[in-house]
């Protein structure tokens, strides 16, 4: 994984999605993440229709960076 920031190692978090549904998740920092259904499609525009991994940090002030 490439870091934005050299030096600065925010937790990752990892949220497992569904994309038939929509669906919220919260962060380690409290933070919503909302993932709308059939949000996800493959170079030619085809639904996914398999789970999507997705890695996620926040940076909430320039102390974070």
């Known amino acids: 994984m490439i870091k ?4 600065v190692d925010a937790p990752v978090n990892v ?3 569904q994309p038939g549904k ?4 919260t962060t380690f920092r ?4 909302h ?3 059939q949000c996800f499609v493959d170079q030619d525009g085809n639904p996914i229709q ?3 991994q997705i890695l996620f940090k926040e940076y ?3 102390a974070d960076i």
Request: proline letters at 8%.
């Open 4 to 7: 934005p920031i050299e030096g």
């Open 15 to 17: 949220f497992t999605v």
């Open 22 to 25: 929509d669906q919220v998740f």
């Open 30 to 33: 409290g933070s919503k993440v």
């Open 35 to 37: 993932i709308p259904a």
């Open 50 to 52: 398999d789970s999507v």
């Open 60 to 62: 909430h002030s320039s």
